[in-house]
């Protein structure tokens, strides 16, 4: 049973490859076709590119806040070295960016890519950025809230489309480090 309603085509992930116009993001893309199998039960689905944001497309399809998983891209400087990761938190939470986060790149200050350079340096559109394809050397942190979720929506790489699929498969993405206390819950 999925947490999408029945109205909601969805496609494994090669064929969200092959489909026109294309369901994945060229990073995502890429990713999937390595097949790892991790996500070997995720599946895309197509929404209006105007519900890519998660408030509405968690009102427009009737899903609970621990259902979608944001990815947010943040950034700190150690010894001159930039350390960037990627935090997935779910929607009902927010990222502890300022101590937890912060403490696990181990630099001084931690703060979010601007939206321009985390489109540019992902590859992927804003509200389509998600765990699957992000660049090499970035870190993918994941809170633990996220993979005890059946299952959780995240970003395809476009705005025009959406992934589902396990929480816990997130954790056998390639560098997911599963985190504690990542995110902290909103008020």
């Not at 009902?92 to 340096?121: G, I, P, Y």
């Not at 389509?128 to 994941?142: H, S």
Request: hydrophobic share 50%.
């Amino acid at each position: 049973m999925s947490i999408l309603p029945e109205f909601v085509t969805t496609f494994t992930l090669p064929e969200a490859v092959e489909h026109q116009p294309p369901l994945l993001g060229d990073p995502v893309a890429r990713a999937a076709a390595e097949a790892p199998a991790a996500l070997q039960n995720a599946r895309a689905f197509a929404i209006d590119p105007d519900l890519a944001d998660t408030a509405a497309l968690m009102e427009a399809y009737d899903l609970p806040a621990e259902a979608s998983a944001n990815c947010v891209v943040i950034a700190g400087t150690r010894d001159g070295d930039e350390r960037v990761a990627a935090c997935v938190v779910l929607a009902s939470t927010r990222a502890d960016v300022n101590k937890r986060a912060r403490k696990l790149l181990d630099v001084r200050k931690a703060s979010f890519l601007s939206m321009d350079r985390a489109v540019q340096d992902s590859g992927m559109e804003y509200g389509g950025i998600g765990p699957i394809g992000l660049p090499e050397g970035w870190r993918l942190l994941i809170d633990s809230r996220v993979v005890e979720q059946a299952e959780v929506v995240i970003g395809s790489g476009i705005r025009g489309s959406k992934i589902v699929m396990p929480g816990a498969a997130l954790a056998q993405l390639p560098a997911a480090e599963v985190v504690e206390d990542l995110a902290v819950e909103i008020a």
